[in-house]
């Protein structure tokens, strides 16, 4: 069964400063994605990693995926108060049928504070 | 157009009431999924449809009935729920191959009272 663990769970940053969230996975794959979901609203998807050693930045957000190690990183360069939400990682496993399913770690809640 | 549409967008509903949730997508994806968020948890995986056929059903009860009318649509119906079914549930879609990501739509708030 594959397993997904993210951490840190919870996380208050102050503004301007860098933090890093970390996806860890228990089987082989090389598809990993990361969400974002604001309180009461569905996921957004903020990148798509699709290979070793993937590297994608999108603003003040930067995902890197090892998929020898089955880690995956989100890291926050300069945070603002607009990136609190909570932040899924979910990893993709073939289902059967000719489907894939997506399973999420627990989920990061990020606060950032003034 | 890369949406997948849910209706309704909130809905409250007596134990003893039958109602339906629905989900739309036009980006020609094969893959359509329901999840079920409760709150401050992750999404967890209830139905698959690959190609308008259910291939994956995660141990869900009875009372969630879902229905694939064409490869556009997806339906789940709702009889007798309980209260610990009130959750966000979650539409997604994909093109069904590995390399692609799955689109969420806006979600159903269930309340079962």
């Known amino acids: 069964e594959l397993k997904v663990e993210q951490n840190p769970l919870f996380l208050s940053m102050q503004e301007g400063k860098n933090y890093t969230i970390y996806c860890n996975y228990s089987?082989?794959?090389?598809?990993l994605y990361w969400y974002r979901q604001d309180p009461g609203k569905s996921l957004e998807s903020l990148f798509v990693?699709?290979?070793?050693?993937a590297v994608k930045q999108e603003g003040r957000l930067m995902a890197s995926l090892d998929t020898k190690a089955r880690l995956s990183t989100l890291h926050i360069t300069a945070a603002v108060h607009d990136l609190s939400a909570t932040y899924f990682c979910?990893?993709?496993?073939?289902?059967?049928?000719?489907?894939?399913?997506?399973?999420f770690g627990k989920g990061t809640k990020l606060s950032v504070i003034p | 157009d890369t949406e997948v549409t849910q209706t309704p967008k909130h809905l409250v509903m007596g134990m003893t009431n039958k109602k339906s949730l629905k989900c739309e997508q036009h980006?020609?994806?094969?893959?359509m999924y329901w999840y079920k968020q409760k709150a401050k948890k992750p999404p967890e995986l209830m139905f698959v449809?690959?190609?308008?056929?259910?291939?994956i059903n995660e141990s869900v009860p009875s009372r969630f009935s879902p229905e694939c009318p064409n490869s556009s649509l997806l339906n789940l119906h709702l009889h007798a729920l309980q209260p610990e079914d009130s959750a966000l549930y979650l539409c997604?879609?994909?093109?069904?191959?590995?390399?692609?990501?799955?689109?969420f739509g806006q979600g159903t708030r269930l309340t079962v009272v």
């Open positions: 997604a879609s994909s093109q069904g191959a590995l390399n692609t990501e799955a689109f």
């Open positions: 089987t082989t794959s090389d598809r």
């Open positions: 990693l699709l290979s070793n050693g």
């Open positions: 979910a990893v993709i496993s073939y289902s059967g049928a000719g489907s894939y399913q997506l399973t």
């Open positions: 980006m020609g994806h094969r893959a």
């Open positions: 449809y690959s190609y308008e056929k259910l291939s």
